[in-house]
Protein backbone atom coordinates (compact mmCIF):
# COMPACT_ATOMS: atom_id res chain seq x y z
CA UNK A 1 0.00 0.00 0.00
CA UNK A 2 1.66 3.32 -1.05
CA UNK A 3 1.80 6.05 1.67
CA UNK A 4 0.91 9.51 0.64
CA UNK A 5 2.85 12.05 2.35
CA UNK A 6 0.58 15.01 3.49
CA UNK A 7 0.96 18.81 4.18
CA UNK A 8 -1.57 20.84 5.83
CA UNK A 9 -1.90 24.48 5.38
CA UNK A 10 -4.15 26.21 8.29
CA UNK A 11 -4.21 24.10 11.50
CA UNK A 12 -7.38 25.65 13.10
CA UNK A 13 -10.90 24.33 13.85
CA UNK A 14 -11.71 23.05 10.48
CA UNK A 15 -8.46 21.01 10.21
CA UNK A 16 -8.43 19.97 13.96
CA UNK A 17 -12.14 18.72 13.82
CA UNK A 18 -11.92 17.45 10.44
CA UNK A 19 -9.08 17.13 8.30
CA UNK A 20 -6.28 15.73 10.73
CA UNK A 21 -8.06 13.46 12.95
CA UNK A 22 -9.39 11.71 9.64
CA UNK A 23 -6.30 11.54 8.17
CA UNK A 24 -4.48 10.38 11.07
CA UNK A 25 -7.20 6.72 10.76
CA UNK A 26 -5.99 6.48 7.41
CA UNK A 27 -3.08 3.85 7.19
CA UNK A 28 -1.66 4.88 3.54
CA UNK A 29 -1.37 8.69 4.82
CA UNK A 30 1.45 10.20 7.24
CA UNK A 31 1.15 14.21 7.98
CA UNK A 32 4.48 15.34 7.23
CA UNK A 33 4.09 19.01 7.36
CA UNK A 34 2.23 21.94 9.01
CA UNK A 35 2.03 25.52 8.36
CA UNK A 36 0.08 28.08 10.14
CA UNK A 37 0.77 31.69 11.01
CA UNK A 38 0.51 31.41 13.98
CA UNK A 39 3.69 29.08 14.66
CA UNK A 40 2.44 27.41 17.95
CA UNK A 41 -0.94 25.91 15.97
CA UNK A 42 1.53 24.56 13.83
CA UNK A 43 3.24 23.06 16.56
CA UNK A 44 0.84 21.64 18.21
CA UNK A 45 -0.71 19.88 14.99
CA UNK A 46 2.74 18.39 14.48
CA UNK A 47 2.72 17.27 18.10
CA UNK A 48 -0.63 15.58 17.71
CA UNK A 49 -0.72 14.66 14.22
CA UNK A 50 2.23 14.28 12.81
CA UNK A 51 4.97 11.91 11.87
CA UNK A 52 8.53 12.14 14.03
CA UNK A 53 10.07 15.15 12.93
CA UNK A 54 7.09 16.47 11.10
CA UNK A 55 8.06 19.72 9.64
CA UNK A 56 6.39 23.45 10.62
CA UNK A 57 6.09 26.51 8.64
CA UNK A 58 4.48 30.09 8.91
CA UNK A 59 4.66 30.36 5.05
CA UNK A 60 2.52 28.41 2.76
CA UNK A 61 5.51 28.54 -0.04
CA UNK A 62 8.17 27.32 1.68
CA UNK A 63 6.05 24.07 2.58
CA UNK A 64 5.35 23.89 -1.17
CA UNK A 65 9.02 23.67 -1.67
CA UNK A 66 9.82 19.72 0.10
CA UNK A 67 9.27 17.43 -3.05
CA UNK A 68 8.20 14.49 -0.86
CA UNK A 69 5.00 16.27 -0.40
CA UNK A 70 2.63 14.96 -2.37
CA UNK A 71 -0.82 16.23 -1.39
CA UNK A 72 -1.56 19.80 0.43
CA UNK A 73 -4.90 20.39 2.06
CA UNK A 74 -5.91 23.93 2.12
CA UNK A 75 -7.83 24.71 5.63
CA UNK A 76 -7.56 28.61 5.92
CA UNK A 77 -9.86 31.63 5.04
CA UNK A 78 -12.35 31.58 1.84
CA UNK A 79 -9.92 34.55 0.69
CA UNK A 80 -6.80 32.83 0.14
CA UNK A 81 -8.50 29.37 -1.18
CA UNK A 82 -7.44 30.08 -4.14
CA UNK A 83 -4.07 31.51 -4.04
CA UNK A 84 -2.59 28.72 -1.76
CA UNK A 85 -4.76 25.62 -3.82
CA UNK A 86 -3.13 26.94 -7.28
CA UNK A 87 0.34 27.57 -5.59
CA UNK A 88 0.23 23.77 -4.70
CA UNK A 89 -1.36 22.75 -7.62
CA UNK A 90 1.89 24.74 -9.36
CA UNK A 91 4.11 22.93 -7.32
CA UNK A 92 2.94 19.97 -8.06
CA UNK A 93 0.82 18.82 -5.67
CA UNK A 94 -2.35 16.99 -5.42
CA UNK A 95 -5.35 19.79 -3.58
CA UNK A 96 -7.80 19.20 -0.84
CA UNK A 97 -9.70 22.94 -0.32
CA UNK A 98 -11.88 23.36 2.24
CA UNK A 99 -15.40 24.43 1.28
CA UNK A 100 -16.32 26.95 -0.48
CA UNK A 101 -14.04 26.96 -3.42
CA UNK A 102 -13.19 30.21 -2.94
CA UNK A 103 -13.96 33.80 -2.12
CA UNK A 104 -15.26 34.81 -5.43
CA UNK A 105 -16.38 32.43 -8.33
CA UNK A 106 -13.62 34.21 -10.66
CA UNK A 107 -10.94 32.97 -8.13
CA UNK A 108 -12.76 29.37 -8.56
CA UNK A 109 -12.37 29.10 -12.34
CA UNK A 110 -8.93 30.26 -11.87
CA UNK A 111 -8.88 26.79 -9.89
CA UNK A 112 -10.47 24.89 -12.16
CA UNK A 113 -8.40 26.29 -15.00
CA UNK A 114 -5.00 25.46 -12.81
CA UNK A 115 -6.06 21.75 -12.54
CA UNK A 116 -6.32 21.47 -16.35
CA UNK A 117 -2.93 23.41 -17.00
CA UNK A 118 -1.26 21.02 -14.65
CA UNK A 119 -2.90 17.45 -14.17
CA UNK A 120 -2.97 17.10 -10.68
CA UNK A 121 -5.77 16.44 -8.78
CA UNK A 122 -8.62 19.23 -7.02
CA UNK A 123 -11.50 18.48 -4.58
CA UNK A 124 -13.24 20.43 -1.63
CA UNK A 125 -14.19 19.40 1.54
CA UNK A 126 -18.23 19.09 0.64
CA UNK A 127 -18.01 15.97 3.09
CA UNK A 128 -21.86 15.63 3.55
CA UNK A 129 -21.88 14.02 0.09
CA UNK A 130 -20.23 10.99 2.62
CA UNK A 131 -23.42 10.94 5.36
CA UNK A 132 -24.95 7.78 5.26
CA UNK A 133 -28.37 9.24 4.04
CA UNK A 134 -26.64 11.10 1.39
CA UNK A 135 -24.86 8.41 0.01
CA UNK A 136 -28.14 6.18 -0.14
CA UNK A 137 -30.14 9.18 -1.54
CA UNK A 138 -27.51 9.55 -3.80
CA UNK A 139 -28.43 5.88 -5.28
CA UNK A 140 -31.75 6.12 -5.07
CA UNK A 141 -31.32 9.42 -7.90
CA UNK A 142 -28.91 7.05 -9.91
CA UNK A 143 -31.03 4.79 -10.32
CA UNK A 144 -34.21 7.05 -11.56
CA UNK A 145 -36.64 5.33 -8.62
CA UNK A 146 -37.28 9.98 -8.54
CA UNK A 147 -37.42 10.05 -11.86
CA UNK A 148 -36.45 13.58 -13.49
CA UNK A 149 -36.00 15.73 -10.76
CA UNK A 150 -37.60 18.85 -11.37
CA UNK A 151 -38.25 20.42 -7.89
CA UNK A 152 -35.72 20.72 -4.52
CA UNK A 153 -35.12 22.60 -1.82
CA UNK A 154 -31.41 23.35 -0.17
CA UNK A 155 -32.04 23.83 3.58
CA UNK A 156 -29.18 25.43 5.97
CA UNK A 157 -31.28 26.80 8.73
CA UNK A 158 -30.14 27.65 12.07
CA UNK A 159 -32.41 29.80 14.42
CA UNK A 160 -29.25 30.62 16.53
CA UNK A 161 -25.98 29.31 16.11
CA UNK A 162 -23.85 32.30 14.84
CA UNK A 163 -20.26 31.45 14.92
CA UNK A 164 -18.30 34.13 17.07
CA UNK A 165 -14.84 32.76 16.22
CA UNK A 166 -12.18 33.21 14.30
CA UNK A 167 -12.99 35.09 11.03
CA UNK A 168 -16.86 33.76 10.12
CA UNK A 169 -18.28 37.52 10.57
CA UNK A 170 -15.77 39.45 8.35
CA UNK A 171 -17.07 39.47 5.21
CA UNK A 172 -13.76 40.62 3.51
CA UNK A 173 -12.19 37.38 4.69
CA UNK A 174 -15.11 34.56 4.18
CA UNK A 175 -16.95 36.52 1.38
CA UNK A 176 -20.49 36.21 3.04
CA UNK A 177 -21.97 34.83 6.26
CA UNK A 178 -24.75 31.76 6.11
CA UNK A 179 -24.96 31.58 2.88
CA UNK A 180 -21.33 31.04 1.94
CA UNK A 181 -20.73 29.06 5.34
CA UNK A 182 -23.42 25.75 5.25
CA UNK A 183 -25.61 27.18 2.65
CA UNK A 184 -22.96 26.26 0.30
CA UNK A 185 -22.88 22.71 1.96
CA UNK A 186 -26.75 22.24 1.13
CA UNK A 187 -26.96 23.65 -2.18
CA UNK A 188 -23.71 21.35 -3.14
CA UNK A 189 -25.62 18.48 -1.86
CA UNK A 190 -29.11 19.49 -3.78
CA UNK A 191 -26.99 19.91 -6.82
CA UNK A 192 -25.16 16.61 -6.88
CA UNK A 193 -28.36 14.79 -6.24
CA UNK A 194 -30.44 16.32 -9.05
CA UNK A 195 -27.10 16.17 -11.46
CA UNK A 196 -27.92 19.24 -12.79
CA UNK A 197 -25.25 21.75 -12.92
CA UNK A 198 -26.57 24.08 -15.51
CA UNK A 199 -28.10 27.08 -13.79
CA UNK A 200 -29.97 29.76 -16.17
CA UNK A 201 -31.13 32.47 -13.57
CA UNK A 202 -30.71 33.20 -10.09
CA UNK A 203 -33.07 35.35 -7.77
CA UNK A 204 -31.73 36.42 -4.04
CA UNK A 205 -32.36 37.97 -1.02
CA UNK A 206 -29.50 38.82 2.19
CA UNK A 207 -30.69 40.25 5.50
CA UNK A 208 -28.87 42.06 8.14
CA UNK A 209 -32.45 41.78 10.60
CA UNK A 210 -30.62 40.25 13.43
CA UNK A 211 -27.11 41.08 13.60
CA UNK A 212 -27.24 44.64 15.22
CA UNK A 213 -28.92 43.07 18.52
CA UNK A 214 -26.88 43.88 21.69
CA UNK A 215 -26.23 40.34 23.64
CA UNK A 216 -28.12 38.09 21.81
CA UNK A 217 -29.37 34.92 22.46
CA UNK A 218 -26.67 32.30 20.72
CA UNK A 219 -25.31 28.97 20.95
CA UNK A 220 -22.29 30.52 21.18
CA UNK A 221 -23.12 33.72 23.05
CA UNK A 222 -23.49 36.40 22.16
CA UNK A 223 -22.07 38.02 19.03
CA UNK A 224 -20.63 41.57 18.78
CA UNK A 225 -22.62 43.54 16.38
CA UNK A 226 -19.84 46.09 15.53
CA UNK A 227 -17.80 42.99 13.89
CA UNK A 228 -20.84 41.15 12.52
CA UNK A 229 -20.42 42.68 8.87
CA UNK A 230 -22.01 39.77 6.99
CA UNK A 231 -25.57 38.83 6.91
CA UNK A 232 -27.78 36.53 9.03
CA UNK A 233 -29.65 35.33 6.43
CA UNK A 234 -30.03 34.55 2.92
CA UNK A 235 -31.96 33.10 0.44
CA UNK A 236 -32.03 32.04 -3.23
CA UNK A 237 -34.41 31.11 -6.31
CA UNK A 238 -32.44 29.08 -8.89
CA UNK A 239 -33.43 28.48 -12.25
CA UNK A 240 -31.91 25.71 -14.21
CA UNK A 241 -31.32 25.69 -18.16
CA UNK A 242 -34.07 22.67 -18.14
CA UNK A 243 -36.25 24.59 -15.93
CA UNK A 244 -35.70 22.95 -12.87
CA UNK A 245 -35.99 25.17 -9.85
CA UNK A 246 -34.21 25.24 -6.09
CA UNK A 247 -35.12 27.30 -3.64
CA UNK A 248 -32.14 27.64 -1.17
CA UNK A 249 -32.89 28.99 2.47
CA UNK A 250 -29.67 30.29 4.89
CA UNK A 251 -29.48 31.53 8.33
CA UNK A 252 -27.22 31.67 11.52
CA UNK A 253 -30.03 33.39 13.12
CA UNK A 254 -33.70 33.46 12.01
CA UNK A 255 -36.62 33.58 13.99
CA UNK A 256 -38.02 29.97 13.08
CA UNK A 257 -38.56 26.70 14.51
CA UNK A 258 -38.37 24.92 11.06
CA UNK A 259 -33.88 24.39 12.09
CA UNK A 260 -32.10 22.14 9.20
CA UNK A 261 -29.20 22.07 7.81
CA UNK A 262 -26.81 20.88 5.17
CA UNK A 263 -30.37 18.84 3.98
CA UNK A 264 -32.69 18.58 0.63
CA UNK A 265 -35.67 18.18 -0.52
CA UNK A 266 -36.53 16.24 -3.39
CA UNK A 267 -39.32 16.56 -6.04
CA UNK A 268 -39.54 13.93 -9.40
CA UNK A 269 -41.69 12.67 -11.82
CA UNK A 270 -41.44 9.54 -10.15
CA UNK A 271 -41.16 10.12 -6.69
CA UNK A 272 -39.98 12.56 -4.21
CA UNK A 273 -37.89 12.73 -1.10
CA UNK A 274 -36.39 14.37 2.27
CA UNK A 275 -34.35 14.43 4.90
CA UNK A 276 -36.27 15.26 7.92
CA UNK A 277 -35.58 12.87 10.89
CA UNK A 278 -33.34 10.56 8.69
CA UNK A 279 -34.19 10.20 4.94
CA UNK A 280 -38.06 9.52 3.99
CA UNK A 281 -38.93 8.20 0.25
CA UNK A 282 -42.56 8.85 -0.71
CA UNK A 283 -44.63 8.10 -4.11
CA UNK A 284 -47.22 6.11 -5.84
CA UNK A 285 -47.92 2.78 -6.31
CA UNK A 286 -50.61 0.53 -7.66
CA UNK A 287 -53.12 3.66 -7.13
CA UNK A 288 -52.12 4.31 -3.63
CA UNK A 289 -49.35 7.30 -2.34
CA UNK A 290 -46.66 5.88 -0.15
CA UNK A 291 -43.56 6.82 2.55
CA UNK A 292 -41.11 5.09 3.32
CA UNK A 293 -38.80 5.59 6.04
CA UNK A 294 -35.40 4.11 5.41
CA UNK A 295 -33.16 2.55 7.98
CA UNK A 296 -29.70 3.29 7.70
CA UNK A 297 -28.36 1.61 10.65
CA UNK A 298 -25.31 -0.95 9.47
CA UNK A 299 -25.76 -4.69 10.62
CA UNK A 300 -29.09 -6.05 10.88
CA UNK A 301 -28.83 -8.21 14.18
CA UNK A 302 -30.87 -8.03 17.02
CA UNK A 303 -28.88 -5.72 19.37
CA UNK A 304 -26.19 -4.77 17.64
CA UNK A 305 -26.24 -2.04 14.88
CA UNK A 306 -23.14 -2.21 13.09
CA UNK A 307 -20.00 -0.16 12.33
CA UNK A 308 -20.81 2.72 10.38
CA UNK A 309 -17.68 4.66 8.67
CA UNK A 310 -17.75 8.74 9.79
CA UNK A 311 -18.71 10.86 6.62
CA UNK A 312 -15.33 12.75 7.08
CA UNK A 313 -13.52 9.21 7.37
CA UNK A 314 -15.36 7.93 4.26
CA UNK A 315 -14.32 11.25 2.49
CA UNK A 316 -10.52 11.34 3.35
CA UNK A 317 -10.65 7.48 2.48
CA UNK A 318 -12.22 8.16 -1.18
CA UNK A 319 -10.11 11.05 -1.53
CA UNK A 320 -6.85 8.85 -1.34
CA UNK A 321 -8.01 6.17 -3.43
CA UNK A 322 -9.03 8.30 -6.46
CA UNK A 323 -5.33 9.79 -6.38
CA UNK A 324 -4.05 6.08 -5.82
CA UNK A 325 -6.46 4.95 -8.96
CA UNK A 326 -6.06 8.40 -11.15
CA UNK A 327 -9.66 8.56 -11.48
CA UNK A 328 -11.92 11.48 -10.51
CA UNK A 329 -12.77 12.76 -7.12
CA UNK A 330 -15.98 12.39 -5.44
CA UNK A 331 -16.37 16.23 -5.73
CA UNK A 332 -14.94 17.73 -8.88
CA UNK A 333 -13.79 21.27 -8.99
CA UNK A 334 -16.21 21.67 -11.72
CA UNK A 335 -19.15 20.88 -9.47
CA UNK A 336 -18.02 23.26 -6.98
CA UNK A 337 -16.91 26.16 -9.37
CA UNK A 338 -20.84 26.36 -10.18
CA UNK A 339 -21.66 26.33 -6.59
CA UNK A 340 -19.58 29.30 -6.10
CA UNK A 341 -21.23 30.79 -9.42
CA UNK A 342 -24.35 30.74 -7.60
CA UNK A 343 -23.65 32.25 -4.26
CA UNK A 344 -22.66 34.85 -6.28
CA UNK A 345 -25.09 35.64 -8.40
CA UNK A 346 -27.68 34.91 -4.81
CA UNK A 347 -25.09 38.11 -3.12
CA UNK A 348 -25.21 40.20 -6.72
CA UNK A 349 -29.03 39.33 -6.89
CA UNK A 350 -29.80 40.39 -3.30
CA UNK A 351 -27.81 43.81 -4.28
CA UNK A 352 -28.70 44.91 -7.06
CA UNK A 353 -32.78 43.91 -6.49
CA UNK A 354 -32.52 42.62 -10.19
CA UNK A 355 -32.11 38.65 -11.61
CA UNK A 356 -29.06 37.71 -12.13
CA UNK A 357 -28.06 35.44 -15.74
CA UNK A 358 -25.53 33.33 -15.56
CA UNK A 359 -23.80 31.73 -19.01
Known amino acids: MATHKIGIIGCGGIANGKHMPSLKKQKNAQMVAFCDIIPERASAAAEAYGVEGAET????????????????????????????AIAALEAGKHVMCE?????????????????????KKLTIGY?????????????????GNLG??????????????VPTWGVFLDEEKQGGGPLIDIGTHALDLTLWMMDNYKPKVVLGSAFHKLSHKENAANAWGPWDPAKFTVEDSAFGMIVMEN?????????????TLDVREAQCTL??????ADMINGLRINGEEHGRLYTTEVDLKAGGVAFYDGVTEKDTDLEMRLWLKAIEEDTEPVVTPEQAYVVSQILEAIYESARTG???YLD
Open 57 to 84: YTDYRDLLKDPAIEIVHVCTPNDSHAEI
Open 267 to 272: SGTEGG
Open 148 to 161: DIYYAKAHAIRRRA
Open 354 to 356: KAV
Open 127 to 143: NNRFRPDSQHLKKICEA
Open 243 to 255: GATIVLESSWALN
Open 99 to 119: KPMAKTAEDAKRMVEAVKRTG
